[in-house]
């Protein structure tokens, strides 16, 4: 991700709109040659210091008029993305300054005209500290402030798979750096609902889910938003963004700080704008429920399958989604949710969300140490500790159908 | 009744039934419809707590989660007659702000209120190298090693330190795990987001440590509602010559060596010419025009970039090196200080004289090394860019040398607070080393218009 000093984006007064930097196929065609050059320049740069990379494609984009000096920022930052330095994590240059600093203390001030009063001359110092590390002046001096950041050395860039997604890259960072102002955010979603809620849940911001005309929306902010308007969580948006964009027909609105005033900008963005999205590949929101799911394959069980938040649940303004849905082959459905190891609110809350679904089967899994505090439901609860066992469930499976017939 | 600690903000669950407005609106809490629950920052709850237990005896708090802390030991320093004051004053209220300036023992007020306290403390600090010397305070003075938040660390313990930074971005999970918070140089608490480390804590005792409340920006007013009215302040005047040690201040002017002075002529040349030439061709010709146009304009970029070369030129002229010899066999035997204009010019330094540099990329180690050397003779000097510039103790040295810089007041008093410390009868010097004849001689004048001058001699050599 960019950082807040590489943004650049344009305000529409009239619309209050926020129209992030966009390089696209017809105004920017031949940006395609300065993607191509810039990454033929760090490919072929193994060995440069950062800083001597950074000026090259300062250089590549020298004439170009159309190109604001962020932007030239931006790709460097980019590139380094992809890029890996020598980092010095030994500390040898600090090492190295030590030695140097330790043996030129004894002889401060280094003069530049030794004289009666200050004998040692820079260039004697110097002399004497190459002949007891063994090493040329010059070397020494190269390598003293290795470690600087403008001076690390590129060890490996990964290609980008073409110049083209390179832009495409710096077009979805453009958008996450306006999102690192944004307050809230709204998306409008028909078709992808699971996804984009399981995406969602992963920020852990607070989120709700209405109906809205034939499918859903969804809210996102954070705690302290109900008190005042924050940029505090727009940094968890904007690391949503990627997952987002990959999903379909879904239309998204996030309120953005204009920075400087106190006045409040839209950002507007549908699934049909083409900027090229990334799924996180981290989809669960708990590791209990990831190593449940392992466990359980995608083979039956018994006759059950197992489905994960393939229901939605709702009623009046309230939406839920419950982990797992069991499908017998006999057509059977029991809900499955996994109550994890969180803060008492997250209980509470838990535990009023299930209370406003009781008309539903919902099998629950409480951690041990919780279900003490928790309140009980029509079923009792399956305990586990850390995992959760396959076995378990089926025990629990069975016994609540057996109670039904 | 249930009063939790939900991610830097107090929740109040009732039924919804129960919805009364009132007086929890009064006290700054705001119904949140998507609990429901009554919701207000955390840093109210000293204020409110009180009032809502009366009113509601079935309330249960599970808001602190801090603890009663023994210290092992008690190795503090007696305090001095003015630290005593600035501590009974706190101690009335148990928040506020203590104003002293740099040098006359803040973090010992602070030490001796931890002391008294005895419950668990965060430390908020505005650097890394701050926050490592607290901690060093803190085992030296208290037999305690405290937990570190920042730097890369999560090690939180019931007396830890932090960041500024780090204390922002972990508050939501920290904010009730101390009863005491601290925040040292605490003029760099406001900034919409940054002041979530004071809005996100509940912690009940608080105290603001700073020489400098101000603000350009004005903001400083929000510091009374999130740690506490000013409790104590001491001006630099009444400690003068006392606590600290006399100082005067001696600017040198350097001149340009005649290939930099046509370099410099020559890019000044350009931006003229430039300047001219726009106004003369429309309306636009302000800075502000140019830079907005560096991005749509080659030329623009040009000459923004000839703007930063002239600076570069001054920053670095060589002259300032010659006459930076000249003090080091002036003052050779005493520790010296050296603050740099930039990074690029500090490490400059390091390579023509082999002194240590202090700059970001130095780890704690070599940091420590550095300053530690300088105190026991190892090094007779140390050059620092910005690392060097508040609250960093180095009692024994006396002599600063300012080679360019920028022109904010706060920056000239807290570096002025690094060389005022008093050592037996000496006296202190700060030279500053500037180019003549180019803009950093305006930048000096600017620097020297504040309160921490007034009364110093000024020198012209």
Known sequence: MLSKEHGIAEYDFGARLIIPDRLTRHAHAHYLKYARQVIHLYANGRGKTRRELHTAVQEIFSDEPDCPVRRIAAFCKLLDENANYDTDRRGAAAALRRKVFGIAGKFHPLVEQPDNLFESSEMLVKQKISDALGMPWEQIDQRLFGDVIEFQRLREFQEPESPALLLARYNVAQLQVVLYDAIDMTIRVKNDLKLIVRQAKLTQLMHRIRPYGDGYEIHLDGPASVLRQTR??????????????????????????????????????????????????????????EQFAKNWGPEP???????????????????????????????????????????????????????????????????????????????????????LSVASVLRALNETTGNKL | MQLTFDRGTLLLRVPAADRVTGSLTEAGWKWDHRIPGWRCDAWRYRGTIDGLA??????????????????????????????????????????????????????????????????????????????????????????????????????VKPVSVTTYDSACIHMHQLGNQFALIIFDECHHLPGQVRSDAARMSAAPYRMGLTATLERSDGRHADLVQWIGPTVHELTLANVRGSTLANYEVIRIPVFLQADEQSRYDALSLKIRQFMAYRSGTSEKQSWQDVCANAGSDPQSREIMRALRMKQAIEDRAREKLRVLEDLFRLHAGTPIIVFAGSNAMAREVSRRFLIPCLLNHCGKHERLDALDGLNDGRYSAVVANQVLDEGVDIPAVKVGIVLGG????????????????????????????????????????????????????????
Not at chain 1, 366 to 380: E, G, I, K, L, S
Not at chain 2, 118 to 123: H, K, Y
Not at chain 2, 439 to 446: F, L, P, Q
Request: charged share 25%; glycine share 6%; aromatic share 8%.
């Open chain 1, 232 to 289: 505090r969580y727009g940094i968890a948006m904007a690391k949503f963004l990627p997952s987002l964009l990959s999903c379909r027909d879904w239309k998204m609105r996030a309120r953005v700080q204009a920075r400087g005033g106190n006045w409040i900008v839209d950002l507007h963005l549908t699934s049909t704008d083409g900027f090229r999205g990334q799924v996180e590949s981290r989809d669960f929101d708990s590791s209990v429920e």
């Open chain 1, 301 to 387: 069980r018994e006759g059950w399958t197992l489905h994960r938040e393939a229901t939605i649940l709702h009623r009046g303004q309230k939406t839920f989604i419950p982990d797992f849905s069991l499908r017998h082959l006999d057509g059977r459905e029991v809900l499955f949710e996994i109550v994890g190891f969180w803060t008492p609110e997250y209980l509470t809350a838990k535990a009023a969300t299930l209370e406003t679904f009781t008309e539903h089967d919902i099998l629950l899994a409480v951690a041990d140490v919780n279900v003490a505090r928790f309140p009980m439901f029509q079923r009792a609860p399956i305990g586990y500790k850390k995992s």
């Open chain 2, 54 to 155: 009366a009113a509601n005896p079935d309330l249960e708090d599970l808001v602190p989660a801090w603890e009663k802390v023994i210290w092992p030991q008690d190795g503090l320093p007696q305090l001095r007659p003015e630290q005593d004051t600035a501590l009974a004053k706190w101690t009335e209220s148990r928040q506020g702000i203590v104003i002293m300036p740099t040098g006359t023992g803040k973090t010992e007020v602070a030490l001796a209120a931890m002391r008294a306290t005895c419950v668990s403390t965060l430390i908020v600090a505005p650097v890394r190298d701050l926050m490592y010397q607290w901690h060093r305070r803190i085992v030296h003075g208290l037999g305690y090693d405290a937990g570190i938040v920042g730097d890369q660390i999560y090690r």
């Open chain 2, 406 to 461: 920028t022109a904010s007041t706060r920056q000239s008093r807290q570096r002025l607070g690094r060389i005022l410390r008093r050592v037996g009868d000496a006296r202190a010097a700060l030279y500053e080393v500037v180019c003549a004849e180019t803009r950093e001689v305006n930048r000096s004048r600017k620097r020297r218009s504040t309160d921490a001058f007034q009364g110093t001699r000024h020198r012209r050599i």
